[in-house]
């Protein structure tokens, strides 16, 4: 019975801190503009950094869920650093895509 009450408690304690971080999360980084806008405000400073090639709105896997998504031609420490996990409560999500040229270029 002690053994299952040191469980219960262990759960309960794995539960509570679960739920204050995504309470945390989700309370301090509520987006307030429309997900077009903030592409506008920070598209020049995203395509500014070294290696991006492109960026667009997208969604997360979930497939409901709106982020900002940053083109790179290659991975660099410089990108990782300077490119934001989020932009006014939107995810950004970093893909890896090569080099981009119009078609019909060499």
Known sequence: MILELRRCILLL???QSFVGT???QTSSSLP???INAVLAAHDKELLAIPGVVG???GVLSDEKTPCLKIMLARPTLEADRDIPKQLEGYPVIVEVT???RPLGSP
């Open 13 to 15: 304690t794995v539960i």
């Open 22 to 24: 995504m309470t945390a």
């Open 32 to 34: 307030t503009r429309d």
């Open 55 to 57: 960026v667009y709105v």
């Open 98 to 100: 090569g080099e981009m």
